[in-house]
């Protein structure tokens, strides 16, 4: 379940700020009433979310819908940034709507969302002298929602290139090494990616499996040996990482049809 909420709303802030968290373990909801929660968190421990547990940790962003109810199992007391808000009545004209995890790790772009966040406290200490700092905040609130869905939506793009990247990576390092051994731990090493996440990639990309892949290109290989070489068939078979005769006869015949005598004497 993600937050989705309309780009050009402006959120109505009814309180933010830096808070102590003295309990370990408790649950607070948000039923009917109209209210979202946002936290950053500055503390270990867990939380669940609509059915879902995701870890915390310093950095971590959780956003809680309204009607939802958040379960809380943390490792100490601590503190967390925090804001409650609510959202106009939707209307029949309506703008673009983003959406949102309800858990995001910042990583390195903490400083930057809490250096935000504090912003947004500043505006709401001063709405008691001046009514113009309660639309101010939310102006903030507006602007740092869409920067949080920026953030999400740059890193969720550079990982899908990464993952193209490292499944162009893994096909290359099996081309390089046909007349070799290797594994598929080796391949997903240099592709940077754990190997069950690789195979997934490789897979969705290729339509075969790594070990697949690696099969047939060795017999392209092979054939390309028989066709345009005199060596020995059993010399093929080394020079494709198949030392063993019995077994590149075996493969060779499954992918091929035939023996890799058979292949070269129709040639």
């Known amino acids: 379940m993600p937050f989705d909420f309309q780009m050009d709303d402006l959120p109505r802030v009814i309180r933010a700020g830096r808070y102590p968290l003295a309990d370990r373990n408790f ?17 270990h421990g867990k939380i669940r979310l609509s059915g879902n547990q995701y870890a915390i940790a310093p950095g971590t962003i959780s956003i809680t819908p309204t009607g939802t109810d958040a379960r809380y199992d943390l490792e100490k007391p601590g503190f967390h940034y925090c804001t409650h808000f609510k959202f106009p009545a939707k209307s029949a004209k309506s703008g673009k709507e983003l959406s949102l995890p309800l858990c995001i790790e910042l990583g390195e772009a903490r400083s930057a969302a809490e250096s935000k966040f504090m912003n947004l406290v500043w505006w709401i200490q001063q709405a008691e002298a001046s009514p113009e700092a309660d639309h101010a905040a939310s ?35 099996i081309d390089r090494c046909l007349s070799k051994e290797i594994s598929i731990p080796e391949i997903s090493r240099t ?24 099969i047939i290109r060795r017999i392209e290989y092979a054939k390309h040996l028989l066709e345009c070489t005199a060596l020995p068939v059993k010399e093929i078979g080394t020079r494709v990482g198949l030392p063993d005769p019995q077994h590149f006869n075996k493969l060779f015949r499954r992918i091929a049809g035939k023996s890799p005598s058979q292949f070269r004497n129709k040639i």
Request: glycine fraction near 6%.
């Open 191 to 214: 592709a940077g990616l754990s190997q069950n996440y690789l195979a997934l990639l490789f897979r969705r990309q290729y339509g075969i499996t790594m070990n697949r892949y690696l």
């Open 27 to 43: 649950s607070v909801s948000y039923l009917n009433s109209g209210t979202n929660a946002l936290h950053i968190y500055d503390y």
């Open 139 to 173: 102006l903030v609130l507006q602007e740092f929602l869409i920067w949080l869905y920026w953030i999400n939506k740059s890193r969720s793009e550079n990982f899908g290139r990464k993952a193209r990247t490292a499944v162009v990576s893994a096909a290359m390092e």
